[in-house]
């Protein structure tokens, strides 16, 4: 999410706890699982990213759904969710999303019948555009060097899912990537002028990696934040595409507050996908069901006038769900039946778990259940 620039900043001094201490948490009760599910094919995602669901168990959250109390995965899918989405990080802070994290949230997925979107940051911690550092381990690689390391990396995570009998159906190369990744070599904007070839030669890494690790086939996703911004996509992979990155869906983040109003939303997957001839997949959206008064929190979205149709959409239970189903309407709006769905980031993201030391939850108003963990009507959404 592009709002986590700030908070990657202070990935040095660490992790998503509930508290500011450098104790890592406890450990998340068991959720009991079957044996691998082999799942139906997608015909349109509806989606939620959990990566934050261990550590929400193990500071004692429990969420429900009229009147079911169950682990949010099986509550999501109850309503028809299909997807989840898990980020993984490279070596992260204890107990955050590593890659035995993913694994086991990966087997809840599957085992609740949702599909895998796996989203490498190919960083240590958060990654974003305001900032893409390479893992510490991968520090001081030259590009061909690096190029094999992103390769192997992605193969390996690949084949740790497929492995456990939980193949990911989707898997994004890198994460918000407008301004390349793994800097400063996979750059784009740098030296007073762009640099594309790296960056392509990175990500055509990830792609082939991504295969090599699924034998039976993976969708590959290359991931933009400028939802709503027509022009900077099309620049994005106008520029991609020149350099022969092979890939299979567009990627977007779409949060009103950084990215517009939904009608350019809309022209933007209407222009994107007859363009390129591919899908389009809004892999992180949100709207926020509360505006806080003060609380010492800095949300990122406080007031009104941040949302661009605030009169159609208010902050409020039902505003929320107003706005989920016109995103619904958009995707079946889009040419050629090529709107693929969304994912809805965090959207059991309570107060109480922070994204690092020192840096308050700012998104804990934008989620799906209420702080108490109830479901709100937004959930409604994930309906086939």
């Known amino acids: 999410m592009a709002g986590m620039a700030g908070v990657a900043a202070t990935a040095a001094c660490i992790g998503p706890f509930p508290t500011d201490s450098a104790a890592p948490p406890s450990r998340a009760p068991e959720v009991p699982v079957g044996p691998p599910r082999v799942l139906p094919p997608i015909d349109h995602v509806r989606g939620a990213d959990l990566s934050f669901t261990l550590q929400l168990e193990a500071v004692g959250r429990t969420f429900s759904d009229r009147g079911r109390t169950a682990p949010v995965e099986q509550l999501l899918a109850a309503r028809?969710?299909?997807?989840?989405?898990?980020?993984?990080?490279?070596?992260?802070?204890?107990?955050?999303?590593?890659?035995?994290?993913?694994?086991?949230?990966?087997?809840?997925?599957?085992?609740?019948?949702?599909?895998?979107?796996?989203?490498?940051?190919y960083s240590d911690f958060w990654a974003d555009?305001?900032?893409?550092?390479?893992?510490?381990?991968?520090?001081?690689?030259?590009?061909?060097?690096?190029?094999?390391?992103?390769?192997?990396?992605t193969r390996d995570?690949?084949?740790?899912?497929?492995?456990?009998?939980?193949?990911?159906?989707?898997?994004?190369?890198?994460?918000?990537?407008?301004?390349?990744?793994?800097?400063?070599?996979?750059?784009?904007?740098?030296?007073?002028?762009?640099?594309?070839?790296?960056?392509?030669?990175?990500?055509?890494?990830?792609?082939?990696?991504?295969?090599?690790?699924?034998?039976?086939?993976?969708?590959?996703?290359v991931h933009v934040?400028?939802?709503?911004?027509?022009?900077?996509?099309?620049?994005?992979?106008?520029?991609?595409?020149?350099?022969?990155?092979?890939?299979?869906?567009?990627?977007?983040?779409?949060?009103?507050?950084?990215?517009?109003?939904?009608?350019?939303?809309?022209?933007?997957?209407?222009?994107?996908?007859?363009?390129?001839?591919?899908?389009?997949?809004?892999?992180?959206?949100?709207?926020?069901?509360?505006?806080?008064?003060?609380?010492?929190v800095s949300y990122y979205v406080s007031k009104p006038a941040q949302l661009p149709e605030?009169?159609?959409?208010?902050a409020t239970p039902d505003g929320q769900a107003a706005f989920f189903e016109q995103l619904r309407a958009i995707r079946s709006e889009v040419p050629d039946g090529r709107g693929f769905g969304f994912v809805a980031w965090e959207p059991a993201w309570m107060p109480e778990i922070r994204a690092s030391r020192g840096e308050e939850n700012r998104y804990a108003n934008i989620t799906m259940f209420d702080w108490y963990g109830a479901g709100l009507p937004s959930l409604g959404a994930f309906r086939a």
């Open 80 to 121: 028809g969710a299909n997807l989840v989405r898990l980020r993984l990080w490279v070596n992260p802070p204890p107990a955050t999303n590593d890659l035995a994290t993913a694994l086991v949230l990966g087997r809840r997925a599957n085992s609740a019948g949702c599909h895998l979107l796996l989203d490498l940051h």
């Open 310 to 314: 605030r009169d159609r959409f208010p």
């Open 129 to 153: 555009p305001g900032i893409q550092a390479p893992p510490a381990a991968w520090t001081g690689q030259d590009l061909a060097r690096l190029g094999r390391t992103v390769h192997g990396y």
């Open 225 to 296: 934040e400028t939802g709503g911004d027509n022009l900077a996509c099309r620049h994005f992979y106008d520029n991609i595409g020149r350099r022969g990155v092979e890939f299979d869906l567009i990627g977007l983040s779409y949060f009103p507050w950084w990215h517009g109003s939904l009608p350019m939303l809309r022209a933007n997957m209407a222009d994107l996908a007859p363009r390129y001839g591919k899908d389009v997949l809004i892999v992180e959206t949100g709207y926020p069901w509360i505006l806080p008064d003060t609380d010492g």
């Open 157 to 221: 995570v690949v084949a740790a899912f497929v492995a456990q009998g939980t193949p990911p159906a989707m898997i994004q190369i890198g994460n918000e990537v407008s301004r390349g990744m793994l800097w400063p070599l996979g750059a784009i904007y740098r030296d007073g002028g762009e640099r594309w070839d790296a960056f392509a030669e990175l990500l055509k890494a990830g792609v082939a990696g991504a295969r090599e690790g699924a034998p039976n086939g993976v969708q590959t996703i």
